[in-house]
C-alpha cells in the first residue's frame, strides 16, 4: 500500500507539477504504510512536520487512496485569514450584511468540500475565533455560516497539517486543547530530508527524468555537483531540492550539470556534513533521548543514514572532544564497557574520519 502511496503522488505530480512524494528509506516507508492504513477512516489526521517535507503531497495522496477520492479535495491555507470574520467566513461561509464588505451570501470550504476532503494548511496558526466553530463542526458534522442562524450540516473528513510543535504540553495560548485532541485521530509525522538518507538521490533522479520527458533533453549532475548536494543539509527540505534541481537543469548550458548552475541557491560551509546529523540524532542524544545505539547506529543499520553521514557525525564529536574516542563515548552516552564494541564498528564499517 506505501507502495500505492508513491504511484500516486507520482502521477499527480506529472499533471500538476506539484512536489511528489519519493523514497525508500525506512523512516518514509513507515510514514506511507501508516497513512495506507487510515485512508479508508473518516476521522480526522493531523500532519506534522518541517515545512517542505510534502505534507500537502500526502493529504492529497491520501485523499486519492480513500473512498472519497470522487468527491472534492479543497486547501484552507490558514494563515491566509489573520480577521476572525475572514477566517470563519472563509471556513464555514457567510451572509450578506453579515460584516463590512459582505456584499453577498457565500458559501465556504466547508461546503465546498461536501462529500470530500477538506486541507488545513498550517492549522497551528489558524485564528482562535474560528477554533472553536472548526470544533463544533468536527464533533457534530454541522456549522452555522457567519451570520445566519440556520445550521447546515456536511460530510467532510479534515484532514490538518502544522510545522509547529503541537503537542498536548506544547500548545501555548494560540491553539485550543480540545481542539488538538479532536483533530489527532490520525497523527502521521513526515521525516526532514536529511533524516532520510539517500533518498535525495533518488528523488534528484526522479525530477532528472521528468524535466527529459517534458523539455526532451537529457542532462546529468557532475560527481562535485552530487558531492555538494549530498554535503547539504536541505532546510527546505523536498520542496527547496525540487527548486534547486530544476534551477540546475535550465541554467545548465550543457548535459552535464555542474555547481555553477545552482550554487547560488543553496547556502554551503564546512559544518554542513555534521549539520545534517548533529539536528537529528546528535539532538537526541543530547538531550538524553537516546544514545549513540538507538539513534545513529539504529538508523544507519536501516539504511536511514549513510556511511558519509554518519562518518560525519563521528568527526562532528571528535571536534568537541580533541579527538578523544574515550571522551566521545561519554559525549555519545554510551558506558566504558562499550568502547570495544564501539570501535569495532567504526572499523568495520569504515566509519572512522580521517586524522
Given at each position: 500500500?506505501?507502495?500505492?502511496?508513491?504511484?500516486?503522488?507520482?502521477?499527480?505530480?506529472?499533471?500538476?507539477g506539484?512536489?511528489?512524494?519519493?523514497g525508500?528509506?525506512?523512516r518514509?516507508?513507515?510514514?506511507?504504510?501508516?497513512?495506507?492504513?487510515?485512508?479508508?477512516?473518516?476521522?480526522?489526521?493531523?500532519l506534522?512536520?518541517?515545512?517542505?517535507?510534502?505534507?500537502?503531497s500526502?493529504?492529497?495522496a491520501?485523499?486519492?487512496?480513500?473512498?472519497r477520492?470522487?468527491?472534492p479535495?479543497?486547501?484552507v491555507?490558514?494563515p491566509?485569514?489573520?480577521?476572525?470574520?475572514?477566517?470563519?467566513?472563509?471556513?464555514?461561509?457567510?451572509k450578506r450584511?453579515?460584516?463590512?464588505?459582505?456584499v453577498?451570501?457565500?458559501?465556504g470550504?466547508?461546503e465546498?468540500?461536501?462529500?470530500?476532503v477538506?486541507?488545513?494548511?498550517e492549522?497551528g496558526d489558524l485564528h482562535?475565533?474560528a477554533?472553536?466553530m472548526l470544533?463544533?463542526a468536527?464533533?457534530?458534522?454541522?456549522?452555522?455560516?457567519?451570520?445566519?442562524?440556520q445550521?447546515?450540516?456536511?460530510n467532510?473528513?479534515?484532514?490538518?497539517?502544522?510545522?509547529?510543535?503541537l503537542?498536548?504540553?506544547?500548545?501555548?495560548?494560540h491553539?485550543?486543547?480540545?481542539l488538538?485532541?479532536?483533530?489527532r485521530?490520525?497523527h502521521?509525522?513526515?521525516?526532514?530530508l536529511?533524516?532520510?538518507?539517500?533518498?535525495?538521490?533518488?528523488?534528484?533522479?526522479?525530477?532528472?527524468?521528468?524535466?527529459?520527458?517534458?523539455?526532451?533533453?537529457?542532462?546529468?549532475?557532475?560527481?562535485?555537483?552530487?558531492q555538494?548536494?549530498r554535503?547539504?543539509?536541505?532546510?527546505?527540505?523536498?520542496?527547496?531540492?525540487?527548486?534547486?534541481?530544476?534551477?540546475?537543469?535550465?541554467?545548465?548550458?550543457?548535459?552535464?550539470i555542474?555547481?555553477?548552475?545552482?550554487?547560488?541557491l543553496?547556502?554551503?560551509?564546512?559544518?554542513?556534513?555534521a549539520?545534517?546529523?548533529?539536528?537529528s540524532?546528535?539532538?537526541?542524544?543530547?538531550?538524553?533521548?537516546?544514545?549513540?545505539?538507538?539513534?545513529?547506529?539504529?538508523?544507519?543499520?536501516?539504511?536511514?543514514?549513510?556511511r558519509?553521514?554518519?562518518?560525519?557525525?563521528?568527526?562532528?564529536g571528535?571536534?568537541r572532544?580533541?579527538g578523544?574516542?574515550?571522551r566521545?563515548?561519554?559525549?555519545?552516552?554510551?558506558?566504558?564497557?562499550?568502547?570495544?564494541?564501539?570501535?569495532?564498528?567504526?572499523?568495520?564499517?569504515?566509519?572512522?574520519?580521517?586524522a
Amino acid at each position: 500500500m506505501a507502495a500505492r502511496i508513491l504511484e500516486l503522488s507520482r502521477e499527480r505530480w506529472d499533471h500538476s507539477g506539484e512536489v511528489a512524494i519519493v523514497g525508500r528509506s525506512r523512516r518514509l516507508e513507515a510514514v506511507l504504510e501508516k497513512a495506507s492504513l487510515v485512508a479508508d477512516f473518516d476521522e480526522p489526521i493531523l500532519l506534522t512536520g518541517e515545512s517542505g517535507v510534502g505534507k500537502d503531497s500526502l493529504a492529497q495522496a491520501i485523499y486519492l487512496l480513500g473512498s472519497r477520492r470522487e468527491g472534492p479535495f479543497v486547501t484552507v491555507n490558514c494563515p491566509q485569514f489573520q480577521d476572525g470574520n475572514l477566517t470563519v467566513s472563509e471556513l464555514f461561509g457567510h451572509k450578506r450584511g453579515s460584516f463590512t464588505g459582505a456584499v453577498a451570501d457565500r458559501k465556504g470550504c466547508f461546503e465546498e468540500a461536501d462529500g470530500g476532503v477538506i486541507f488545513l494548511d498550517e492549522i497551528g496558526d489558524l485564528h482562535m475565533g474560528a477554533q472553536l466553530m472548526l470544533l463544533r463542526a468536527l464533533s457534530s458534522g454541522e456549522f452555522t455560516p457567519l451570520g445566519s442562524n440556520q445550521p447546515r450540516r456536511v460530510n467532510v473528513r479534515v484532514i490538518a497539517a502544522t510545522n509547529r510543535t503541537l503537542s498536548a504540553t506544547g500548545l501555548g495560548e494560540h491553539f485550543r486543547g480540545d481542539l488538538f485532541f479532536r483533530l489527532r485521530y490520525f497523527h502521521l509525522h513526515q521525516p526532514p530530508l536529511r533524516e532520510r538518507g539517500d533518498d535525495w538521490l533518488l528523488l534528484v533522479n526522479f525530477i532528472l527524468d521528468r524535466l527529459q520527458y517534458r523539455h526532451g533533453i537529457a542532462k546529468s549532475f557532475s560527481e562535485q555537483s552530487l558531492q555538494m548536494m549530498r554535503a547539504y543539509s536541505w532546510p527546505g527540505n523536498v520542496r527547496e531540492l525540487f527548486g534547486v534541481v530544476t534551477s540546475g537543469y535550465a541554467l545548465s548550458s550543457g548535459e552535464v550539470i555542474e555547481p555553477e548552475a545552482f550554487s547560488s541557491l543553496i547556502e554551503m560551509d564546512g559544518n554542513h556534513m555534521a549539520r545534517r546529523v548533529e539536528d537529528s540524532a546528535i539532538r537526541q542524544m543530547a538531550l538524553n533521548q537516546g544514545d549513540f545505539w538507538s539513534t545513529i547506529h539504529q538508523r544507519y543499520m536501516e539504511r536511514d543514514l549513510n556511511r558519509d553521514q554518519v562518518k560525519s557525525a563521528v568527526a562532528w564529536g571528535l571536534t568537541r572532544v580533541n579527538g578523544s574516542y574515550r571522551r566521545l563515548l561519554k559525549l555519545f552516552g554510551l558506558p566504558d564497557k562499550d568502547y570495544q564494541r564501539f570501535m569495532d564498528f567504526l572499523r568495520h564499517h569504515k566509519l572512522k574520519p580521517p586524522a
